[in-house]
């Protein structure tokens, strides 16, 4: 990695981030920590854009001052970026579908997780004909938004009606098969109706499909097959979902917040839906997303 971490936001961050993204195409520690570097330079470029948003002279102003609000929007962008606010994951996955169609390769990865005894974490899938441009360094913005809006109105109905049945919002289950899937972008081999990565342990009767997940343990990171739940219309996967956290009291704690988007999340979290450590942050920021996106209906 390339890029100082004292001045990861200086003039010359960008250069850097595009030499690291190319330099190290197999390194998925370099991908990360430039998706991470990149969301905090795209941060802190929104709160100086916001700052510069006055009415009238600031009578404070001056070079040292202007200094100073530099020096601190840094370091806000740093610390925002910390917590992760969703889009390093989506460069990550962008990068890494980017160097795989680059070799020519067929091998679908995808992000799923769960499972009573391990639970995968993060993959990418390098989708042909992906709204969102394969060049982190573009402006996939728009092109995210989009995919955001069809996404939730896709879902929209079929999540309000699993909603009810759980007692939560109907964005914190649009959410959280958002953060399953990448807004729609993936699922268990591709076309399995499975949203929410639900794992196919023994005590599964139904149809199966495997698929490449990375899981987490102890901190290192590790791939492998897994077969996943698989189903035949979206329809039928709500329900199931529905029946997976309904009736897995390892889940009742998340599932008594009372409609509490926080405590839904962090519950997942407790209980092991994700080792992720920051999956339940990611999920509030998914769920939030798509409360902005609600279809008028």
């Known amino acids: 990695m390339n890029i100082d971490p004292g001045n990861a936001l200086g003039s010359a961050s960008l250069a850097a981030l595009k030499r690291d993204a190319a330099g190290s195409p197999q390194d998925e520690v370099t991908l990360r920590k430039v998706a991470q570097q990149f969301e905090a330079l795209l941060t802190q470029q929104v709160l100086k854009s916001s700052r510069a948003t006055v009415l009238g002279e600031d009578l404070m102003g001056g070079s040292g001052l202007d200094l100073y609000k530099d020096l601190f929007d840094q370091q806000m962008a740093q610390q925002i970026s910390a917590k992760g606010l969703g889009l390093a994951e989506v460069l990550v996955q962008q990068l890494k579908g980017a160097r795989a169609a680059a070799s ?33 360094f573009g402006k996939p ?6 995919r955001i ?9 079929q999540a309000e009606q699993a909603a009810k049945a759980l007692g939560l919002p109907t964005e914190a289950v649009v959410g959280h098969a958002a953060l399953e ?15 929410f990565g639900i794992k196919a342990d023994p005590r599964w009767q139904g149809a199966k499909v495997a698929a490449s997940t990375t899981e987490m343990d102890g901190g290192r990171t590790r791939t492998e097959q897994a077969q996943f739940r698989a189903y035949d219309s979206p329809e039928q996967g709500f329900a199931d979902y529905v029946r997976f956290l309904k009736n897995n009291p390892r889940y009742a704690q998340a599932l008594k917040a009372g409609g509490s988007v926080e405590q839904f999340a962090s519950g997942l979290q407790k209980a092991g839906y994700a080792t992720d450590p920051n999956y339940a942050a990611k999920l509030q920021s998914a769920i939030a997303r798509a409360a902005a996106a609600k279809p008028a209906i």
């Open 104 to 136: 020519g390769s067929s091998q679908a990865l995808d992000s799923h997780r769960l499972s009573a005894a391990s639970v995968p974490i993060v993959a990418a899938k390098a989708e042909a004909g992906s709204t969102i441009s394969t060049n982190p």
């Open 141 to 146: 913005a728009a092109a995210l938004t989009d």
């Open 149 to 157: 809006s069809r996404f939730v109105s896709d879902i929209w109905q």
């Open 181 to 195: 899937t990448g807004w729609g972008a993936h699922q268990p081999g591709g076309g399995s109706n499975n949203l």
